[in-house]
């Protein structure tokens, strides 16, 4: 599903923000991507988005590697791989049915199912109620809640989530956690990046990767990890 | 379909700014407007006074028809050369009466005529050059009864001077208004989409190709382009109106200088939207 092979990432002013990273996530699997402030933790989202190309080495999503996939065919990475964020981007001048609608209708779902498909997007992750009103009046949780159906808008294999509960109190937290569960037993991988890592620990079974100043140095899946 | 219809959205959602937008490239292309109808006119007044430039060869008085004919035959052949037309000795006494009223007598006293035959040669547009001007009238001089040939070289050096000096002005400040316009057009249609960046990095976060993300971008700068040249149209032909009501009579510039202004603008919206764009596309 999603193969990173030997891969680092150096940004001209930055510096090396992955070095030399490499790892597998099956289909369906659960993955904790954690580490401090700065480990690479998004570069790894991204560079999984392919909103970035790694310096060195190869990502493969599917059936796409970021050394074939040419900047006019990164859409179809995209549509594979949903994208949730801490600050859930959403258009605020639209409602929550409206900011799922259009990711539908910007990849071309035909007009008459928007609507319907939106609404059940919503209902999937339990905001139907909350349709009509306007993202920017939504409580964090449900702005969450719609961003996550967004990322679901077609049908993505993995859906990448870059510190998703960061700016949820715990009871939100809570309920976002468990529609990541809900999703990923549908057979979809997550992968979520984040450094609390006492949320981590209440997801025993879980795989956990951690990172550090840009190298993956542990992994539960693993005896060992070569640094 | 979804571009015209979000195109037109971008409209009904900020009016303000989209009104705004088409407001400066309105003035933007105001100000190439008026420098058209201020060059067009001056054109048109050097045109008029370029008119008048001529050569006329005086003759002989011994001169025979058979000879006069020839030679309007040969110098209408003459590149450059429009028209030919003789000027007997009467009709230019006739002409110094009526150019020079105050000298009435002195002419009606005469008991000979001392005015000569001449040829009005007379050029055709666009070789009225003091070099044209100038063969012209050698070439007539080569006849041996044509006893002086004039053209007046110092006031055709000074109208060609003044056609240069237009020509070099409208192309400099025509190309520096024009460049001004495009760069306030950029400006203001890159401020248009960095407003709406959030719909551009949510469309490119769940996948919409990059040509279904330009699109109704191109087209809402096409229309703010085309909003701002009629804006610019509407504005200089009122301008146009007061100057001729109240000032003086000018021309209104050529149907063609006015296509070519809206799609200008439409081409500049257009342009600048794809640029700021892609731009946009590059980044996220």
Redo the contacts between chains.
Sequence with gaps: MIKLTNVSKEYPKRGFALRDVSLHVPKGEFVFLTGHSGSGKSTTMRLIHM?DRPSEGEVRVAAYSSKKVSD?DL?????RVG?VFQDF?L???RTALENVA??L????TRRSDIVARAQRLLGQVGLSPKAGALANELSGGEQQRVAIA??L??EPYVLLADEPTGNLDDRATRGIMDLFWDINASGMAVVMATHDLALVGRYAHARVLELDAGRLVYDSAATTVEG | M?AIREALAAFR?APLLTGLSSAMVGLALLVVGLFGLAAHNLDLALSAIEERVEVVAYLRDDVRQNEIDLLMQELSEVEGVRSVRYVSKRDALDRARTDLPDFGELFSDLAVNPLPQSLEIELQPGQRTPEVVERVAGDAMVYPFVEDARYGQEWVDRIFTLRRIGAGATAVLGGTFAAVAALIIATALRIAIFARR??I??????????G??RRPFLLEGALAGLLGALIAWGLTYTTYRVVYAYLFAIAWIPQLWVLGGISAGVVFGVVSSGLAVRRHLRE?
Excluded: C, H, Q, S
């Excluded at chain 1, 859409?75 to 549509?79: G, L, M, S, T």
């Excluded at chain 1, 209708?105 to 071309?108: A, C, D, K, N, R």
């Design positions: 909103a006019r859409w179809k990475v995209r549509r994208f981007r258009l605020p001048g259009f990711a209708e910007v990849t071309g967004r990322a808008a077609n | 979804y959602r959030d719909e990095y949510v469309m490119r976060l769940v996948g919409a190709r990059n279904f993300i996220i």
